[in-house]
């Protein structure tokens, strides 16, 4: 046990406390800051931002991440013997390898006390308890501050928040309440700066090295497919100060002089516009250049505000091209407004990353091609195409559940890559899953996307050697997504 002087001026103990996003498929990016945790088309890895939130409130703790490092079972079993106290990071597709890692931690040191956290055990915590005695509690909902108290030693039956695991018993404490004041959680830069290598981290459409962080959590739409608001972040907005972000990010210059980009990676960082117009002005006295995740509903003022203070990139879940599908899943946006903001962005100079995704109630052959059609009049400057994934604890899940559309357990395969897992009467989940490369070719194998892809290689050297990597990777993706279709 470490001892600590809390700021009310109490010591308290702590254990020993490692925090770890588990070895699991190779290249997998299921961090605790991935959405959709799955081997990625290439190389690809958010931070575990979710771990660093309290590791950053236990004194004395590590957080290892273990995809981005390239590390090992065998790597991080001896860690065990090191730490009383094990939090891991796990998620829907990757829970049966974490219990694996749980289980030859636990062999190594029967001592050991291990804690899962993330989406899938907030929602299934019975289940996640039965699965494995080397499990001995999970979280739900927000678990900063219940970790903090388990490193502090309290009993667990004390800890709200909490299934935990009394002899054969299986139990569980009252429910914790959502974080108001987020101010109360400390940097995670710190954290970052402490246990990661910031120059592992790659995320395509982003400058390299980039360092991402939220500035709040939650999100004020409803989309049914969509993990964090309906399971551990919320259905609103709860967010940091403004002056508490950009200390942050003023820190993190100090901490990170090599990185070339941040990124707020919260759900919808526009879902406050004053608030982001305030960051932004804010940012672009500190002259640091940044990107977000945006939905395609902000007004020109505010993308002018955004892109005159440093804003270079925003992220934007198009999802598809058919009204009727972004009714069904409660996308809350129109076509006419996508391509409105996406034209008002694009004249201003801010680059897109458009993600869509292919399954999702009401997909047609016609819908696929719709999609298909309308990113290409978008146009956006990247793409990410996913499968529906109906992850427990969603209105998606229970949807397709009920009307008989799962049609397999398992949202990734054997290599970590996304399958999918639902099917409709009149268009087959092998047709959905094939439909993906199809989406790929027609989006960057037009001239106009390779001319352009050719032009920002020939300007710097740098990013052309890292596209030529990404390009190799990304056509190994198509080719194995071939062989399985
Ligand atoms: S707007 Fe984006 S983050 Fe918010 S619920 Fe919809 S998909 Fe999720």
Redesign the pocket.
Known sequence: MLLFDRDDGDAVSYSRTLFLHPPSYHGFDGGAGSRYQARREVRSFWYPTWLAQPAALVPGSRLVDAPPDDLTLDDVRPLARQYDLAVLHTSTPSFAQDVKVAEALKAENPALRVGFVGAHVAVQREQALAASVAIDFVCHGEFDFTIREVAEGRPLGEVSGLGYRDGARLLATPPRAPIEDMDTLPFVVDVYARDLTVENYYIGYLLHPYVSLYTGRG?????T??????TVGG?RYRTRSVDHVIEEIALARRRFPQVKEYFFDD??FT?DLPRAEEIARRLGRLGVMWSC?A?ANVPDATLRVMKDNGLRLLLV?Y?SGNQTILNNIK??VRLDGARRFTRAARDLGIKIHGTFIFGLPGETRQTIDETIRFACELDPDTIQVSLAAPYPGTALYDQAVEQGWLVRDALVGSDGTQQSPLGYPDLPHTEIFAAVSRFYRRFYFRPGKLVSLAGEMMRDRAIMKRRLREGREFLGFLSRRRAHA
């Open positions: 999100c004020r739409s409803k989309c497919f969509c993990l964090w608001p309906q259905q759900d919808t879902d995740n939905k879940g999802e996308k809350g």
